[in-house]
């Protein structure tokens, strides 16, 4: 089956450690996004990549990096410079970028916890 | 800029009776519009979007939305809620593009018996 998966689901950190999430899909989308999502805050957009190689900072990157070397892989590391990393992380994918018929689709997300 | 407010944090409903979520946007030309839901711990599903066309749209497991222009809203609605619809909803708002899409703050629905 065409999806997005996460992992791992659930993700233990130490202070000052830096920690990578996967995020890998076979639908053959252009396009990948990271959200971050906090209680009452909805969700806020880390980084997107349109195209392989390429990737821009979205509302809130400070704290946070990402590669884009395959289609298919879009991970993100959240390093030591990031005060507040404890929370939910989406990845998502969609098929036609700056367009209005884009749609996109959504991993199932990692849980990340500073201890 | 865009944006999208969502008025109600919390809705209990019970099971059988109609449902009706708030959304609000702001944006200056003609918007697309989403509904997403999310059960606990789970990533966000596609319930129905508007681009343009037909003001009512409708959507997976029963839902629909009507987009008005004159009031800025895009609500979510159904007229028989169902234990399994408890999750939390969101709206978004976009341009060009989903980099550009905003998403309210959620509205989470509770379902009684």
């Known amino acids: 089956d065409g999806g997005i998966t996460q992992s791992p689901k659930y993700l233990f950190r130490k202070e000052g450690q830096n920690v990578t999430l996967s995020c890998e899909q076979n639908l053959n989308h252009d396009a990948m996004y990271w959200y971050r999502q906090d209680p009452g805050q909805g969700l806020r957009l880390i980084y997107y990549s349109q195209i392989v190689n390429d990737f821009q900072k979205g509302d809130i990157a400070e704290g946070y990096s990402v590669s884009r070397e395959k289609k298919e892989s879009f991970p993100l590391t959240v390093t030591s410079a990031q005060k507040n990393p404890t929370a939910f992380y989406l990845c998502a994918s969609s098929s036609r970028p700056g367009t209005r018929t884009d749609e996109a689709f959504f991993g199932q997300g990692t849980r990340l916890t500073v201890v | 800029a865009q944006s999208v407010t969502q008025p109600d944090i919390h809705i209990t409903v019970s099971e059988g009776a109609s449902l009706e979520l708030r959304c609000n946007y702001s944006?200056?030309?003609?918007?697309?519009l989403f509904w997403y839901v999310q059960s606990p711990g789970q990533g966000l599903q596609l319930l129905l979007k508007?681009?343009?066309?037909?003001?009512l749209v409708q959507g997976i497991k029963g839902f629909e939305a009507e987009f008005k222009r004159s009031q800025s809203s895009f609500n979510l609605r159904k007229p028989s809620v169902h234990w399994s619809d408890a999750a939390e909803y969101f709206c978004?708002?976009?341009?060009?593009?989903?980099?550009?899409?905003?998403f309210g703050t959620g509205t989470r629905l509770l379902v009684s018996p």
């Open positions: 978004a708002v976009g341009a060009t593009g989903f980099q550009k899409l905003v």
């Open positions: 944006y200056g030309a003609t918007p697309y």
């Open positions: 508007y681009f343009s066309g037909d003001t």
